[in-house]
């Protein structure tokens, strides 16, 4: 079954105690990508990766940092979390095109409070 | 200036009728264009997606791209209960280092009523 899978799902951690989100995707897709989604703000893009070793910020990549060394895996760290990032965090990956990223399939997302 | 912006309503429409949802995006650079459909507590999944100006069909739903204005919307027609979720509006930029960057609209509330 094609999908992208996070862990964890559910995350409780406190202010400077770093972390990382695993995303990984069996679809073979070039392009991946995380978001966090914020009531009233919507889906914010945090960095992207259009295939290994290559990565680029989104529009909120303060505080994060992320590595493509597989194509599969796409890990999301916070090196010392803040209240400010908790947030529902998504992955996404697609087939890269001409124009950009195809459709995105989405991971089923992770919940992160950081206290 | 925003650079995706969705009415955040909510819209509420009747069963059967016709609900429109619209997205205005800045850059004048932004080549694909996507909807998404979010259901509560869900991740968001791919409706449709548009590239050129015009009208594009998909079953009930119906994109509409005019570049010249900077909008697109979503038409969804023969609405029905099970459409009420949140629509996402993506512009995508391409071009320099800005290949990949995807931009989001906040997001319009839909509710179909029976």
């Known amino acids: 079954e094609a999908q992208v899978t996070q862990n964890p799902r559910y995350l409780i951690t406190v202010t400077g105690k770093k972390l990382t989100v695993t995303c990984s995707q069996n679809m073979n897709h070039e392009y991946m990508s995380w978001y966090r989604q914020d009531p009233g703000l919507g889906l914010r893009q945090i960095y992207y990766s259009m295939n290994v070793e290559v990565t680029d910020k989104g529009d909120v990549p303060e505080g994060y940092k992320v590595s493509r060394k597989e194509k599969r895996n796409f890990p999301l760290i916070l090196e010392s979390p803040s209240p400010n990032q908790t947030s529902l965090y998504f992955c996404?990956?697609?087939?890269?095109?001409?124009?950009?990223?195809?459709?995105?399939?989405f991971g089923p997302g992770t919940r992160l409070t950081v206290t | 200036q925003k650079e995706v912006e969705q009415n955040s309503g909510p819209l509420s429409v009747p069963e059967g009728a016709i609900a429109s949802l619209n997205c205005t995006y800045s850059?004048?650079?932004?080549?694909?264009f996507f909807w998404y459909r979010q259901y509560s507590g869900k991740s968001p999944e791919l409706i449709m997606f548009i590239y050129s100006n015009g009208d594009k069909e998909d079953g009930r739903f119906t994109a509409q791209l005019n570049k010249a204005s900077q909008y697109v919307s979503l038409l969804i027609r023969d609405s029905q209960p099970s459409d009420s979720a949140t629509y996402l509006c993506a512009v995508n930029i391409v071009g320099g280092t800005s290949y990949g960057k995807l931009t989001f609209g906040q997001g319009t509330i839909l509710t179909v009523h029976p």
């Open positions: 996404a990956s697609s087939a890269r095109g001409l124009r950009g990223p195809y459709e995105q399939y």
């Open positions: 850059d004048r650079g932004s080549q694909s």
